[in-house]
């Protein structure tokens, strides 16, 4: 069975910090395209981020520079360091696996960006 589970967001200041990851189990992060994905209220969800399997990234031009995606050695576990966080970076933040036409979606984790 594969799930995969995001953490990591919360209320921060603009200018502030934050990292999600996104443990899986039933994949491996490294034979998977792995993106990050986010939704504002009222808003369509957005690509953020990707990696595929050679560990090539990209990011959309709003989050190029300021957010980083990376996976860890085990390849099990995604994460996205957000840095310079702005208010319109509030969304909810969902990871995602595709893999021979199959995507697998994480439940979300939400992402405020407040003074």
């Known amino acids: 069975q594969v799930q995969l589970v995001e953490s990591g967001g919360g209320l921060v200041q603009p200018g502030g910090s934050l990292r999600l990851s996104c443990a899986t189990s039933?994949?491996?992060?490294?034979?998977?395209?792995m993106s990050w994905y986010r939704q504002a209220p009222r808003k369509q969800r957005e690509l953020v981020a990707t990696?595929?399997?050679?560990?090539?990234?990209n990011y959309a031009d709003s989050v190029k520079g300021r957010f980083t995606i990376s996976r860890d050695n085990a390849k099990t576990t995604l994460y996205l360091q957000m840095n310079s966080l702005k208010p319109e970076d509030t969304a909810v933040y969902y990871c995602?696996?595709?893999?021979?036409?199959?995507?697998?979606w994480g439940q979300g984790t939400q992402v405020t960006v407040s003074s």
């Open positions: 990696m595929d399997i050679d560990g090539d990234a």
């Open positions: 039933g994949i491996a992060v490294s034979f998977y395209f």
């Open positions: 995602s696996g595709l893999r021979a036409g199959r995507a697998f």
